[in-house]
């Protein structure tokens, strides 16, 4: 069984204060894309369960990426057989796009079919959960509005359909854990449930991320690659999450200049 795994944008982000457990209320919301990843898994012809991983090169060990995680999550729970895991890697790591959360949730998604777990959504939304915070996002993957840690979901009555994405990630990578040092939390002049209610070529002044000042601070060529995006036409952009993957909505296709940027993805909201 094969599904493709696929990113997401935060459209604006604000880091409201920080817990006595150590992380932050946020508020955020996320919206898939197409970007996407491909996970295969077959039954196993060794008696054991084995990742092999292709495609972008992502730091660790195969058996600790978070695809194996949740194969271990269910596995605590059911009687899984030994599989042959495939992944190959699309979406960039350390972009903000949530690639790792998406493989872990598609795992969970794909077993219960596999297994015939006959698990609902909000139960594979549980199992998720313990995995990563924006991890079971991509279980019903339609657009929320998030808040607390981004794991607290409400529908979200928007849509991008007919517009045009572009998502360029540079050569730099930034770790959650250097953005957060980077910002102080604030409460936000509106909400993100009213302003992102506003007509998209009113966002360029309303719809922020606080990340984007200490990260464009640390990393000026991706602060460049926001301006880029609006000199070639684009009615708003920002950077994705943490960063370090910068995106563009616009009314008609982009033609962007050649560049030397890691990734470039263009695609049709649909």
Same mark, same amino acid.
């Given at each position: 069984m094969i599904c493709f795994p &696929? *990113? !997401?944008? &935060? +459209?604006? +982000?604000? #880091?409201?204060?920080?817990r006595a457990d150590g992380y932050h209320n946020i508020e955020t919301v996320f919206y898939p894309i197409d970007m996407c990843d491909a996970l295969e898994i077959v039954p196993a012809t060794e008696g054991k369960t084995v990742i092999t991983q292709t495609g972008i090169s992502v730091d660790g060990k195969p058996e600790n990426n978070l695809v194996m995680k949740a194969y271990r999550l269910? !596995?605590?729970d059911f009687d899984l057989p030994p599989i042959s895991i495939y992944l190959?890697?699309?979406?960039?790591v350390g972009a903000g796009l949530g690639g790792g959360?998406?493989?872990? *949730?598609? /795992? #969970? !998604? +794909?077993?219960n079919d596999f297994a015939g777990l006959q698990?609902?959504?909000?139960? /594979?939304? /549980?199992?998720?959960?313990?995995?990563g915070a924006d991890c079971p996002f991509f279980i019903r993957n339609k657009p929320v509005f998030a808040e607390g840690t981004g794991n607290v979901f409400f529908p979200v009555t928007i849509s991008l359909q007919g517009y045009y994405l572009v998502v360029i990630k540079p050569s730099a990578s930034v770790s959650t854990k250097e953005a957060y040092a980077r910002v102080k939390p604030q409460q936000p002049p509106a909400s993100l449930k009213e302003v992102i209610q506003l007509p998209i070529n009113e966002w360029k002044n309303h719809l922020t991320n606080d990340f984007e000042s200490g990260v464009f601070a640390q990393y000026p060529e991706?602060?460049? #690659?926001?301006q880029q995006l609006y000199a070639e036409g684009a009615l708003y952009a920002g950077m994705s999450g943490s960063g370090s993957a910068v995106f563009g909505i616009f009314d008609k296709p982009a033609k962007l200049a050649d560049s030397n940027y890691l990734t470039t993805f263009t695609a049709v909201f649909k």
């Open positions: &696929n *990113a !997401k944008i &935060n +459209l604006g +982000l604000h #880091i409201l204060s920080r269910l !596995k605590e190959r890697k699309q979406i960039p959360s998406s493989d872990a *949730a598609f /795992m #969970i !998604k +794909l077993l698990l609902s959504c909000e139960q /594979m939304e /549980m199992y998720a959960a313990r995995i991706i602060g460049e #690659i926001k």
